[in-house]
């Protein structure tokens, strides 16, 4: 339905900063609700930060509120994670997903995903 691609990731140290970007391919990016998940060795994925269609609704996990910020430019066809403060728990691939109508918690529930970046946070 709609092809996602991520970008900016890499190595930083703890207390350092990131900023994800995810394209999207198509020309009703407006009408997805965007999110992020990270998947750390040995762990499931697990729900970072979602936003609205319209960006007017943002929703965190409690372990990054306050450090990270999700953000969009509907007319770029692009969102943005911007990551503080980064820790060595931040370790993980994150993903980019996309699906229609309003934003959701759960992997099930998205069925556009992008190929994944890493995110390595030293100490």
Same mark, same amino acid.
Request: aromatic share 10%; hydrophobic share 35%; with cysteine.
């Given at each position: 339905? #709609?092809?996602? #691609?991520?970008?900016?990731?890499?190595?930083?140290?703890?207390?350092?900063?990131?900023?994800?970007?995810?394209?999207?391919?198509?020309?009703?990016?407006?009408?997805?609700?965007?999110?992020?998940?990270?998947?750390?060795?040995?762990?499931?994925?697990?729900? #970072?930060? +979602?936003?609205?269609?319209?960006?007017?609704?943002?929703?965190?996990?409690?372990?990054?509120?306050?450090?990270?910020?999700?953000?969009?430019?509907?007319?770029?066809?692009?969102?943005?994670?911007?990551?503080?403060?980064?820790?060595?728990?931040?370790? +993980?691939?994150?993903?980019?997903?996309?699906?229609?109508?309003?934003?959701?918690?759960?992997?099930?529930?998205?069925?556009?995903?992008?190929?994944?970046?890493?995110?390595?946070?030293?100490?």
């Amino acid at each position: 339905q #709609v092809q996602l #691609v991520e970008s900016g990731g890499g190595l930083v140290q703890a207390g350092g900063s990131l900023r994800l970007s995810c394209t999207a391919a198509g020309r009703t990016f407006s009408n997805y609700a965007m999110n992020w998940f990270r998947q750390a060795p040995g762990k499931e994925r697990e729900f #970072v930060a +979602a936003i609205s269609r319209s960006g007017g609704i943002t929703d965190y996990a409690d372990d990054v509120r306050g450090r990270f910020s999700i953000s969009r430019d509907n007319a770029k066809n692009t969102v943005y994670l911007q990551m503080n403060n980064l820790k060595p728990e931040d370790t +993980a691939v994150y993903y980019c997903a996309a699906r229609i109508g309003g934003p959701s918690r759960w992997t099930a529930s998205y069925d556009n995903w992008g190929q994944g970046i890493q995110v390595t946070v030293s100490s």
